[in-house]
């Protein structure tokens, strides 16, 4: 069943116009911010050549082009968790779901996993873009891996908030900047927190994601994504049980 509804949200989601914009958009947006990288890393070589541990060209390019990719999911993905069940609400389907022999659990897994793996065959493009550069260097294949796993867990935790707050209201847009509201003010709590101990870190997903932009396969960072988005999976299952039984 689970599967059964993912299908039905990969389906819907490439039947919209609107996403193959925002796939045209953010691909172009990838590619030149990879050239403009690329460029600056080529006027600087010379001077690099003379230092003694100079960083790599996946340091150099790699790295940033993950993490511009994991701020720009922050921004981009409430625009398709708004309509996941919001929509379904305002349109008065959500009540067919439910009366339906389908479980919570099956509703808001299938949906997770549905624009999950749009979103993953979205940035597999990041790779794909940066091991073109194999052709006439070497790159660090433990760093990308390690961006690209610490990209799918913080896509997670994003996807997650947002599939929580759309079941909230029946409004799509109220979902949307809600759960950018939320996003953005955990990172700007993130970003104004000065103490290194500060607890505004541990709340921030881009925080967390850090570590594995850096090449670090740290166990309480992946903990805290799993967690992170294990709660407001369980949240949104919640939300749909009391829609069923108190309507």
Known sequence: MILLIARRELRSLFAMPSTWFILAILQF???????????????????????????????????????TAGFLLMMLVPMFTMRLIAEERRNQTLALLLSSPLSERHIVLGKFFGLMSFLLALTVMLPAIIYTLALGTTLDHGLILSNCIGLILLTASYVAL????????SQPVIAAIGALAVLIGLWLADMAATAADSPWHQLSPLYHFQNFNAGLLDSSDA?????????????????????????
């Open 223 to 247: 903990a805290f994504f799993v967690l992170f988005t294990a709660f407001f999976l369980l949240l949104t299952m919640k939300r749909l049980h009391n829609n069923r039984v108190y309507g």
């Open 162 to 169: 947002g599939l929580y707050v759309s079941a909230l209201t």
């Open 29 to 67: 947006i990838f590619a030149w911010f990879f050239l403009a990288r690329l460029e600056a890393f080529l006027e600087i070589q010379p001077q690099l050549a003379q230092l003694a541990n100079p960083p790599g060209v996946t340091v150099t390019l790699a790295a940033p082009l993950f993490f």
